[in-house]
């Protein structure tokens, strides 16, 4: 029995294939009991055995470095290297070239109590991806300048697709592409660029049959009833390796479950041949699209579509796949084990980027659970720029929690600190003082190398894996030192203009556009009649407010002229889009052009902000109110009368009206006395303070 018991490792630790189990170590603790331990089959044993987890070691190779290689110093988060917390170098196949594939959509909506609906384009974890992506697509193009080639897939093949489509009776095209507009609709609205290829499933059926008969060639497929599988232990036997990028998972029937999607597991079972296979190819079933294929009609399975796009699209190598982390097991992995396979390589993929979780008050968010917000409840309140702030405020490969009342606000006020910086930096360059002596003092080298010292940690800043929230830190320092600079006089036009190019063109690698960079349009070859059309509205407003201020100043009333500038400031020049700023008596008010929304909205939210406050006050002036008459009714009750009122809970009282005993009968405790001795003395206070006559009735 002894034997046995040192002998078997704990079940658990069997779990996996044997397949799989030869491809990655199982390390043990041992304990030496009495100073004896035993060696059987190569691993020591003792008489007490505690498992640890098992060590997985990653196979991911490098890429070579070649004289043509574009070396950037970039370095990123490599999930294929889950056994190491460094950061891996980047480095493209083929000089400046990237080959990026991206998992795109599954476009559908969500009903809610058979008419309201949750529609796919909220902010779940899909959009913290996209957006997160966005911004390192831009910086790897515009600041490492990568030549980036982007493939995002559309799914709209999928049970979710075709079940909701046939609880409207829509054809479940017609269905997937109107989610799909909405979805390249929201994209829009966050400034999310499009990507350089888009791949439909239900375009390539013939390349994912052509794939699937190629698997099938090689033994690593089979069909079974209608329908066909890949066959794992075959991959694993030939010395490829499943589980690239969660080898802990592979037995995870959860998982396993999840990836398949709607399957009779029953049917399922009996036509695998291993309990880990996944299906290529899905048997047609009534109310389903179908398509004619060599295993008879039936349709694609989930992961077999981006192998095959990303090949079709691609080529059979790619620098990076990316997608939200909770794709990596089973649908990453498996679409690893497919392409290896096929194309007959060891590394499909050299670099996998993957966006951590978001959560909402603790909680995941996801579109099952219906704890999520849309885009446009959030753009009701904040603006486009504030998500990707409060996204950028966080590592993209890192846990996010939402959070309106802490990270949300928190994201507002730097977007605001960051408008009014530019609003500033406007002013100060519109006002033109190149004119003036431009021989630098200690202050513009002392700003000078503030700039030069932001520049290169900046530059590490993305050169770490795209750490945008320190980039985000640096330049809201950057930007407080050029404040101090400019609130001081004489300031040098050029320094200043450099150090606002440099934000402008960081924010935008980003994703963010601050910086106005629009092209003004010139009057040049506009007619007379347009000119006018486009100065009317201001001419408009001036001379109103001319009439005005005249007949209030013959009417000598000054108030009232006041009244009518700050109506103009407030009222009328933000329908027009104008800002205008006082600036302390005597010196020149500032003025900016901006989009009308979102001044009115401004405008709005102070007044929502007076309301508020005199709702406040209001309400703290009644309690005010209602405390004084508690405390006058309090006050006319005499102090001898304080507790023999009170017969709910005391029953005897001495000659003065105060309690001896309690409403039990039993006498009162001496700390209960001490509580009630100084109740009587506060009574006898506010009885003397309230009341006139009361000193000589006492």
Known sequence: FFFLMIRRPPRSTQSRSSAASDVYKRQYQRRVHGGKSFLLESKIYSFSIQRMEPTYVSTWQQVAKTENSYLTGLHVNNSLCFDSKKLVEFIPLKGKLVKWYMCGPTVYDHSHLGHARYVSF?????????????SIRRTMRDYFNYDIVLCMNITNIDDKIINRSNELNEDFTEFARRWEQEFFADMKLLGVEAPDIITRVSEFIPEIIQFIEQLIAKGYAYASNGSVYFNVAKYVADGFVYGKLEPWSTNDEEKLKEGEGNVNEQEESKEKLGKGDFVLWKRSKPGEPKWASPWGDGRPGWHIECSVMAKQALGDVLDIHSGGVDLRFPHHDNEIAQSEACIGCKQWINYFLHTGHL??????????????????????????????????????????????????????????????????????????????????????????????????RIHQALCQNFSFPTVLNELDNLMKAVNTYTSKPDVKFPLVQSIGNYTKFIFKCMGLNYGGDEEAETSV?????????????????????????????????????????????????????????????????????????????????????KRKKEEEKLRQAAEKKEKEERLREQAKIHPKELFTRQTDKFSQFDENGFPTHDAQGAPLKPSDIKKLKKELKDQEKLYLDHNAVAKSIL
């Open 525 to 609: 070859g506009l007619s007379n009649a347009e000119k006018e059309q486009i100065i009317s509205p201001y001419l408009d407003i001036l001379s109103k407010f001319r009439d005005e201020v005249r007949l209030h100043s013959k009417n000598q009333d000054p108030k009232r002229v006041l009244q009518v500038c700050d109506e103009l400031r407030d009222d009328i020049l933000p329908n027009v889009g104008v800002r205008l700023d006082d600036k302390a008596i005597g010196q020149p008010s500032t003025w900016n052009y901006e989009d009308p929304e979102v001044l009115r909205k401004e405008r709005q939210d102070k007044i929502d902000a």
């Open 359 to 456: 959560n909402i008050a603790g909680l995941k968010m996801s579109k099952s659970k219906k704890n999520f917000i849309t885009i446009k409840q959030f753009l009701a309140k904040f603006s486009s720029r504030t998500m990707r702030l409060l996204f950028l405020m966080h590592k993209y490969d890192g846990l996010m929690d939402y959070d309106e009342e802490k990270s949300i606000e928190q994201a507002h006020n730097k977007e605001k600190r960051f408008l009014e910086f530019y609003r500033g930096l406007k002013v100060i360059l519109r006002q033109n003082p190149i004119a003036q002596d431009q021989k630098w003092s200690d202050k513009e080298f002392e700003l000078q190398e503030t700039y030069l010292q932001t520049k290169e």
């Open 122 to 134: 909220a902010l779940t974890e899909d959009r913290r991806t996209y957006l997160g992506f966005d």
